[in-house]
């Protein structure tokens, strides 16, 4: 029987909401077991870009990543964000090791190509996960926090969709744990109606997502995320949840099933 894995995807608003953020850490330091955190930081890297004079432009909710803006979100994501998230697991007693897609191999990926005239520039696609030798990091006893930046193996560092890293890392340890993946976020889970906080939906499977989609019942940035959380699942991973980031004991939000 495969031991228990956590892995808690953590994102940019919530980064930035330090009461958030302060219980997310607390509740995270007291899952039982092995597990692993990725966050994301977007609206830090924004806030960076702006105060270096550097303009930060998007298409659809994903951000365009030009030279200079490559090297904002690797000094945010690798740095400013993943180190300050590594000192507070430490003060919570959690042995975490910051790293991004190009230590030790992690996650490599290739640069987006340009699609209907969009060029999302140093943009990654994930390729593949090590698996292997991030099992190997957490059976030392080590905490791997993710930071959403991977490599193309040629020497380029590329920025990378946080969920995706999520699911790729979830994916990437399914042989060797029985993973739990929490996509956590400021709502509660996937809402039937975006003003009602209380409107979670409970479960939601391949056929429901297709009919909420085309009903415009999801729409904007949950449907990629809900496209990774199916993805892990169709790829072996055991569970997937969709919540509040105050929320991550596995017993609220949205389950994604098959």
Do not use: W
Request: with cysteine.
């Amino acid at each position: 029987m495969k031991e228990r894995l956590t892995i808690v995807k953590v994102g940019g608003a919530v980064v930035e909401d330090e009461a958030q953020l302060a219980q997310l850490l607390h509740n995270f330091s007291a899952i039982d077991g092995r597990k692993v955190l990725v966050h994301g930081g977007g609206r830090r890297a924004t806030q960076v870009a702006a105060s270096l004079g550097i303009e930060s432009k998007m298409v659809n909710g994903r951000r365009i990543t030009d030279a200079d803006m490559l090297g904002v979100v690797t000094m945010v994501y690798g740095g400013l964000v993943n180190k300050n998230l590594v000192a507070r697991l430490q003060a919570n007693g959690v042995n975490a090791l910051g790293l991004t897609g190009a230590d030790i191999d992690i996650i490599r990926s290739h640069k987006r190509p340009i699609k209907d005239g969009v060029d999302f520039g140093f943009v990654g696609d994930v390729d593949r996960a090590d698996g292997k030798m991030l099992a190997r990091l957490i059976e030392a006893g080590i905490t791997p926090v993710m930071a959403p930046l991977t490599h193309d193996g040629q020497g380029c560092i590329l920025n990378t969709n946080a969920d995706t890293i999520a699911s790729e890392t979830a994916k990437a340890l399914a042989p060797y744990y029985d993973v739990t993946l929490i996509f956590s976020f400021e709502k509660k889970g996937v809402l039937r109606n975006p003003d009602d906080d209380n409107s979670v939906i409970p479960t939601i499977n391949r056929e429901d997502f297709e009919k909420y989609k085309s009903d415009g019942t999801i729409s904007g940035g949950m449907l990629p995320k809900i496209e990774n959380a199916l993805s892990a699942i169709d790829a072996g991973v055991a569970r997937v949840i969709i919540t509040l980031a105050t929320a991550i004991d596995g017993q609220h939000g949205t389950v994604i099933q098959e």
